[in-house]
């Protein structure tokens, strides 16, 4: 069903579902996965219009760790994974990254927030579905790392 499956990834919690889901039901289908890392802008620190290198280098060293530490775990059961950190808005990273690979299926964490949040950031989850070209699956599923684990192995 899916030949090539892009999951959003930051090593947060929500991010980890994400991951778990997307290595499950690619395992299932046989598919290629993708992980992309998106460094947003408001990750740095930006002063009156500049944003200072050194803060948004810190932020990529500590993505790149976080996203080889995926690869890593994901390499030593076998299983082999494209991985891509970039810069940028998620909501037009995302179905950016996922034209330029052919992605069949996108999937993304899922993370409450309040009425307040959701004005200020506006419907990202929106904008998102809005401008994908494949499936979206907003992956809510916890599994534990132990259950994981167990699922993958060959």
Known sequence: ???????????????????????????????????????????GAEVEGRIYASVLGQHSESHEAILQEAVDLLAARGIGVNALLVHGDPATEIPAHARKIGADLVVVGYRRQNIVQRWWSGPKG??????????????????GRDAFLEMIQN
């Open 126 to 143: 929106a904008f998102l579905s809005d401008h994908l070209d494949c499936s979206l699956l907003i992956a809510r599923n916890e599994i």
């Open 1 to 43: 069903m899916y030949r090539r499956i892009l999951a959003a990834y930051d090593g947060s919690e929500e991010g980890r579902v994400a991951l778990r889901e997307a290595v499950v039901l690619g395992r299932r289908c046989g598919a290629e996965l993708h992980l992309l890392a998106v460094i947003g802008n408001e990750s």
